[in-house]
């Protein structure tokens, strides 16, 4: 629904302007005509234009500005850079004002500031549009724009499109194959109404159903210049998430006057600064006060910063966004609930791919093995473990000179056979690969360093404002220059490297860091030109409020644009890149590649890790917030470095990370350099075990896991997610970050203090069952005393994590091995947690494919069942089969049903069971059945020989 504000009848009595801008046709007249005009703007326009730009507009008449005589809590900050006076502050025509409060601006926002509409809002097949002309205010940073083109478009049901732009004038946006679009559908429903005012111009986007506020602007007033944009809106509840990336501490935002940067970043989280990091993600969910979620994207990639403030009492919070360029272009998503929001937000921007099978085993990582025997050594040290462990990385030390697509023939002479040898034990390999190149021309043997001389004949490289030279820094092998992942010849050449590099070391995935782009010169060797656009009159509060600090000039040349516009999609592009480069390695295999930098959509490409953090306990807290934040920017396969990278961790510390990283989605331990092995076999005994035992656990449920990945896929679910997205309208789980879930059923509570044996977990209201995995199955039994709803203590001892089982869900495992390439050979198994309902009961699900190949889903070549339960079986139901159907023994999909635990099941004694397909049901031997009546836990084991299998429809009953 659309309506007006009550004063665009009040404001109404403008003349009606087209809104649809036509550029104006060729003037045909006399060139001589054309040269006179044109002699006559330079002569005179010009520089009268300069004159009065340079007096400030003083010859124009400002309107007086209209201060806000309400709660400070509502002033937007008209002076955001700092350093205001009363002189400073009304010369731009805003409020000034000392608040009763640290807090709150002194200079403030006039409530007449902005724009206004001219003539009425036009109808479009899907919304309307309109045209904006600017009030007669003092400017803020020069380059106003005078005239605005908003649309508003109703593109789906739960999803609304805002555009403002300036009409006739191409400002860079990002492009479509940086991020496609989706189109709108036909007729729509809207859950949402928008209101509008027209002097000043504001919008309101309200719930139908509650009435709850969405999106209102009247709060802080339009501003639109070539170089900052700038737009208020209130928020439904002080229930804000998501917007980085950034070290947050906590899953719920503080809204105390906080302003937080977006510009990506070399800036590691170990400080736990405020800081922009290695990513871009300008997308937030607000949790309503009843338990509504709404999320709002602002797709735009330039240097950007948000300012959270609580607003009145009686209004509600304030979010403003300051963006040095583009225009303002946001999504409105109305959920309602916190998952569809994410759904809605991930057809937008792109649903994550699913990770190779492999790519969810433990991995473990170093920088700095010294040479091959010090990596041979660290893997037969794990293997010697027990431990499950799938993947092996290196760090650029295995380079030759730290260069890209080479390896260092000296130190890791035998790589090649490392990696075979990892190959044959049903392990894989990953390499690093950063994206600066060395422009020295020759290897260590005097032979061309090709990667650098072709780049260079093809015009690969980002080029200073010049638009022909490689603009060069210095990374890690000196003096480099930087591929243009944005240059399609590029993509082709980083291909081909990757391609040459595959042929001497066969890895199977691929790490790509350093490429926010990271420059340890801040521009470049040369510095960078003295202009706006490195040095914009705005500059957002960035790490070192410098554009340029650690990083390219922002006047450096792309295909898609300047560096910047583009600097936050560079990450993005080179995730883009390696993707394909991988897959034109590897046509039928996902495999993994791992990035760090991002931006909205890199999901459908890569994986993403926490980057550079620290062996410390604040590090391995905050890693919880890091990873639901970035299941809510749809990359589920995310994790941070188990144990810490930097500095040393202790054998507490690495054990309690141990234990919660097996539950990252994303798991591997990693270290710098300097920092003493953390592998889990450099501990004592007790530590292996310990991390054997959780990593046993984690394979068990990988079927679990990669189910997830399936659903994120295809409908943009979580993987790991908050409480809260489980449970939204209990007001408990809004601000609990300790504690997260595997999609809806699992429930993980690490320990995160040091010396602690307990653990406070909050069990919402539902029916929960404690689990353990014991040998080879799990035992479990529901939750002691009186926990619903409530915070109750666990007894943790140093072995130990706390898992908990969600009453009506059911499970897939199967049991464990060394590597997926074995675990996957393995028969299959259910846990089934019955709720207290009445029929109990209990559903869940299985997505299952060979592991690996790109187009399963699409060429039909998976298994999709559904399970349910009740308190008299359970029954499991394909409802996709693989083509063609499995033929044994070695089809991925050819494997039986073993073991099925039943939780939460009262029988008066060990039941008679059969299983079978439906009609054809036989007997289960006794000696198969067990049932712990105390704990109401049926127990049935070593089916294998009954060719129960998962492609068939199974039924299990008992009586």
Same mark, same amino acid.
Request: glycine share 8%.
């Given at each position: 629904?659309?309506?007006?504000?009550?004063?665009?009848?009040?404001?109404?009595?403008?003349?009606?302007?087209?809104?649809?801008?036509?550029?104006?046709?060729?003037?045909?007249?006399?060139?001589?005509?054309?040269?006179?005009?044109?002699?006559?703007?330079?002569?005179?326009?010009?520089?009268?234009?300069?004159?009065?730009?340079?007096?400030?507009?003083?010859?124009?008449?400002?309107?007086?500005?209209?201060?806000?005589?309400?709660?400070?809590?509502?002033?937007?900050?008209?002076?955001?850079?700092?350093?205001?006076?009363?002189?400073?502050?009304?010369?731009?025509?805003?409020?000034?004002?000392?608040?009763?409060?640290?807090?709150?601006?002194?200079?403030?926002?006039?409530?007449?500031?902005?724009?206004?509409?001219?003539?009425?809002?036009?109808?479009?097949?899907?919304?309307?549009?309109?045209?904006?002309?600017?009030?007669?205010?003092?400017?803020?940073?020069?380059?106003?724009?005078?005239?605005?083109?908003?649309?508003?478009?109703?593109?789906?049901?739960?999803?609304?499109?805002?555009?403002?732009?300036?009409?006739?004038?191409?400002?860079?946006?990002?492009?479509?194959?940086?991020?496609?679009?989706?189109?709108?559908?036909?007729?729509?429903?809207?859950?949402?109404?928008?209101?509008?005012?027209?002097?000043?111009?504001?919008?309101?986007?309200?719930?139908?159903?509650?009435?709850?506020?969405?999106?209102?602007?009247?709060?802080?007033?339009?501003?639109?210049?070539?170089?900052?944009?700038?737009?208020?809106?209130?928020?439904?509840?002080?229930?804000?998430?998501?917007?980085?990336?950034?070290?947050?501490?906590?899953?719920?935002?503080?809204?105390?006057?906080?302003?937080?940067?977006?510009?990506?970043?070399?800036?590691?989280?170990?400080?736990?600064?405020?800081?922009?990091?290695?990513?871009?993600?300008?997308?937030?969910?607000?949790?309503?006060?009843?338990?509504?979620?709404?999320?709002?994207?602002?797709?735009?990639?330039?240097?950007?910063?948000?300012?959270?403030?609580?607003?009145?009492?009686?209004?509600?919070?304030?979010?403003?966004?300051?963006?040095?360029?583009?225009?303002?272009?946001?999504?409105?998503?109305?959920?309602?609930?916190?998952?569809?929001?994410?759904?809605?937000?991930?057809?937008?921007?792109?649903?994550?791919?699913?990770?190779?099978?492999?790519?969810?085993?433990?991995?473990?990582?170093?920088?700095?093995?010294?040479?091959?025997?010090?990596?041979?050594?660290?893997?037969?040290?794990?293997?010697?473990?027990?431990?499950?462990?799938?993947?092996?990385?290196?760090?650029?030390?295995?380079?030759?000179?730290?260069?890209?697509?080479?390896?260092?023939?000296?130190?890791?002479?035998?790589?090649?056979?490392?990696?075979?040898?990892?190959?044959?034990?049903?392990?894989?390999?990953?390499?690093?690969?950063?994206?600066?190149?060395?422009?020295?021309?020759?290897?260590?043997?005097?032979?061309?360093?090709?990667?650098?001389?072709?780049?260079?004949?093809?015009?690969?490289?980002?080029?200073?404002?010049?638009?022909?030279?490689?603009?060069?820094?210095?990374?890690?092998?000196?003096?480099?220059?930087?591929?243009?992942?944005?240059?399609?010849?590029?993509?082709?050449?980083?291909?081909?490297?990757?391609?040459?590099?595959?042929?001497?070391?066969?890895?199977?995935?691929?790490?790509?860091?350093?490429?926010?782009?990271?420059?340890?010169?801040?521009?470049?060797?040369?510095?960078?030109?003295?202009?706006?656009?490195?040095?914009?009159?705005?500059?957002?509060?960035?790490?070192?409020?410098?554009?340029?600090?650690?990083?390219?000039?922002?006047?450096?040349?792309?295909?898609?644009?300047?560096?910047?516009?583009?600097?936050?999609?560079?990450?993005?592009?080179?995730?883009?890149?390696?993707?394909?480069?991988?897959?034109?390695?590897?046509?039928?295999?996902?495999?993994?590649?791992?990035?760090?930098?991002?931006?909205?959509?890199?999901?459908?490409?890569?994986?993403?890790?926490?980057?550079?953090?620290?062996?410390?306990?604040?590090?391995?807290?905050?890693?919880?917030?890091?990873?639901?934040?970035?299941?809510?920017?749809?990359?589920?396969?995310?994790?941070?470095?188990?144990?810490?990278?930097?500095?040393?961790?202790?054998?507490?510390?690495?054990?309690?990370?141990?234990?919660?990283?097996?539950?990252?989605?994303?798991?591997?331990?990693?270290?710098?350099?300097?920092?003493?092995?953390?592998?889990?076999?450099?501990?004592?005994?007790?530590?292996?075990?310990?991390?054997?035992?959780?990593?046993?656990?984690?394979?068990?449920?990988?079927?679990?896991?990669?189910?997830?990945?399936?659903?994120?896929?295809?409908?943009?679910?979580?993987?790991?997610?908050?409480?809260?997205?489980?449970?939204?309208?209990?007001?408990?789980?809004?601000?609990?970050?300790?504690?997260?879930?595997?999609?809806?059923?699992?429930?993980?509570?690490?320990?995160?203090?040091?010396?602690?044996?307990?653990?406070?977990?909050?069990?919402?209201?539902?029916?929960?069952?404690?689990?353990?995995?014991?040998?080879?199955?799990?035992?479990?039994?529901?939750?002691?005393?009186?926990?619903?709803?409530?915070?109750?203590?666990?007894?943790?001892?140093?072995?130990?994590?706390?898992?908990?089982?969600?009453?009506?869900?059911?499970?897939?495992?199967?049991?464990?091995?060394?590597?997926?390439?074995?675990?996957?050979?393995?028969?299959?198994?259910?846990?089934?947690?019955?709720?207290?309902?009445?029929? @109990? %009961?209990?559903? $869940?699900? !299985?997505?299952?494919? =060979?592991?690996?190949?790109?187009?399963?889903?699409?060429? +039909? #070549?998976? *298994?999709?069942?559904?399970?349910?339960?009740?308190?008299?079986?359970?029954?499991?139901?394909?409802?996709?089969?693989?083509?063609?159907?499995?033929?044994?023994?070695?089809?991925?999909?050819?494997?039986?049903?073993?073991?099925?635990?039943?939780?939460?099941?009262?029988?008066?004694?060990?039941?008679?069971?059969? @299983? %079978?397909?439906? $009609?054809? !049901?036989?007997?289960? =031997?006794?000696?198969?059945?067990?049932?712990?009546?105390? +704990? #109401?836990? *049926?127990?049935?084991?070593?089916?294998?020989?009954?060719?129960?299998?998962?492609?068939?429809?199974?039924?299990?009953?008992?009586?």
């Amino acid at each position: 629904m659309y309506q007006r504000h009550d004063d665009e009848e009040e404001f109404g009595g403008q003349g009606l302007v087209n809104p649809e801008f036509r550029p104006r046709r060729k003037n045909n007249r006399p060139m001589l005509i054309l040269f006179c005009l044109v002699i006559v703007i330079l002569v005179i326009v010009i520089p009268i234009a300069v004159v009065f730009s340079n007096k400030g507009h003083a010859a124009r008449h400002f309107i007086t500005p209209q201060c806000p005589k309400g709660d400070p809590g509502d002033r937007v900050d008209c002076y955001p850079e700092g350093g205001a006076t009363q002189t400073k502050c009304e010369s731009r025509g805003c409020c000034w004002g000392q608040p009763a409060t640290q807090g709150p601006p002194s200079c403030f926002y006039p409530t007449n500031h902005g724009y206004e509409q001219v003539g009425p809002l036009v109808q479009t097949p899907i919304g309307w549009e309109g045209t904006l002309r600017r009030l007669n205010t003092p400017g803020m940073y020069g380059g106003d724009v005078e005239n605005l083109q908003i649309d508003i478009a109703l593109e789906q049901d739960y999803r609304l499109h805002v555009r403002v732009f300036e009409p006739g004038r191409r400002r860079y946006e990002v492009p479509h194959v940086a991020l496609p679009r989706p189109a709108a559908s036909g007729e729509v429903s809207p859950l949402y109404n928008v209101t509008h005012g027209r002097h000043p111009v504001t919008m309101k986007v309200t719930r139908i159903s509650t009435g709850a506020t969405i999106f209102d602007t009247s709060v802080g007033k339009l501003t639109f210049a070539d170089q900052f944009l700038s737009v208020s809106t209130r928020l439904a509840s002080s229930n804000l998430y998501g917007l980085g990336e950034h070290v947050h501490k906590r899953y719920r935002h503080d809204l105390n006057w906080k302003t937080w940067p977006f510009f990506t970043r070399d800036s590691a989280p170990a400080t736990g600064s405020t800081d922009n990091s290695y990513g871009q993600h300008p997308f937030y969910m607000c949790v309503e006060k009843d338990g509504n979620a709404n999320g709002i994207f602002l797709l735009n990639s330039n240097a950007m910063e948000v300012t959270l403030q609580p607003g009145s009492p009686n209004s509600g919070p304030i979010l403003t966004y300051r963006v040095v360029g583009g225009v303002l272009d946001f999504y409105i998503f109305l959920g309602p609930t916190p998952e569809n929001v994410v759904q809605q937000y991930t057809e937008v921007i792109g649903r994550p791919l699913i990770p190779a099978y492999w790519g969810l085993g433990f991995q473990l990582s170093k920088w700095f093995y010294n040479n091959s025997q010090g990596l041979r050594d660290v893997i037969q040290r794990t293997r010697a473990t027990g431990i499950p462990y799938d993947v092996q990385y290196s760090d650029i030390d295995y380079m030759e000179d730290r260069k890209d697509f080479t390896y260092d023939g000296n130190a890791y002479a035998d790589l090649p056979d490392i990696v075979q040898d990892l190959h044959d034990n049903g392990q894989k390999y990953i390499v690093i690969l950063d994206p600066a190149v060395s422009n020295h021309a020759k290897r260590r043997d005097g032979t061309p360093y090709l990667p650098y001389q072709t780049g260079l004949a093809h015009g690969v490289f980002v080029n200073t404002s010049d638009g022909r030279t490689p603009i060069i820094g210095t990374v890690w092998p000196t003096d480099s220059v930087f591929p243009d992942f944005t240059n399609p010849h590029a993509q082709i050449w980083w291909a081909d490297n990757c391609r040459d590099l595959h042929k001497n070391i066969s890895f199977d995935g691929l790490w790509i860091d350093m490429n926010e782009p990271s420059n340890f010169d801040d521009g470049s060797k040369s510095g960078c030109d003295d202009n706006n656009w490195n040095k914009p009159p705005y500059v957002p509060a960035i790490q070192g409020k410098m554009m340029y600090k650690g990083t390219l000039c922002m006047d450096a040349r792309q295909i898609w644009g300047k560096h910047y516009d583009v600097h936050s999609l560079y990450g993005h592009s080179m995730a883009m890149a390696t993707r394909e480069a991988l897959r034109a390695l590897m046509p039928d295999k996902r495999g993994i590649v791992v990035t760090r930098s991002s931006f909205a959509g890199t999901g459908k490409h890569a994986s993403h890790w926490l980057g550079d953090n620290m062996a410390n306990w604040e590090n391995m807290q905050w890693s919880i917030p890091g990873i639901l934040e970035f299941n809510l920017f749809g990359i589920p396969h995310v994790g941070a470095d188990i144990c810490g990278f930097g500095g040393d961790t202790t054998e507490e510390l690495c054990q309690r990370w141990m234990q919660l990283g097996a539950f990252y989605p994303f798991s591997r331990n990693h270290n710098t350099m300097d920092g003493k092995p953390q592998d889990p076999g450099s501990f004592s005994q007790a530590m292996i075990d310990s991390s054997r035992d959780v990593m046993m656990t984690r394979y068990t449920l990988l079927p679990y896991l990669y189910t997830l990945f399936y659903h994120a896929h295809v409908t943009g679910a979580t993987v790991a997610r908050p409480l809260l997205h489980e449970f939204p309208a209990d007001e408990k789980t809004w601000d609990i970050d300790g504690q997260f879930l595997w999609g809806r059923g699992l429930l993980i509570s690490p320990v995160l203090t040091q010396g602690a044996t307990s653990v406070d977990a909050y069990f919402p209201d539902d029916i929960w069952y404690n689990i353990w995995y014991d040998t080879d199955h799990f035992m479990g039994k529901e939750a002691d005393g009186d926990y619903r709803g409530k915070t109750v203590t666990l007894d943790t001892p140093l072995n130990k994590i706390n898992l908990h089982f969600r009453g009506g869900t059911i499970i897939p495992t199967q049991q464990s091995a060394n590597s997926t390439v074995y675990s996957r050979r393995n028969p299959m198994g259910l846990l089934v947690a019955l709720n207290d309902s009445n029929p @109990a %009961g209990a559903s $869940g699900d !299985l997505f299952w494919d =060979d592991g690996e190949s790109y187009n399963s889903i699409l060429e +039909n #070549k998976f *298994l999709h069942v559904r399970f349910t339960a009740s308190a008299n079986g359970v029954n499991c139901i394909p409802d996709t089969s693989p083509v063609p159907a499995p033929s044994p023994p070695s089809h991925w999909a050819y494997l039986p049903y073993d073991i099925i635990d039943v939780f939460g099941l009262n029988l008066p004694d060990t039941p008679t069971v059969k @299983a %079978g397909s439906p $009609g054809n !049901l036989r007997d289960v =031997d006794a000696g198969k059945v067990e049932y712990d009546k105390a +704990n #109401k836990v *049926l127990h049935l084991h070593d089916l294998a020989d009954m060719n129960l299998w998962i492609f068939g429809q199974v039924q299990v009953t008992w009586t």
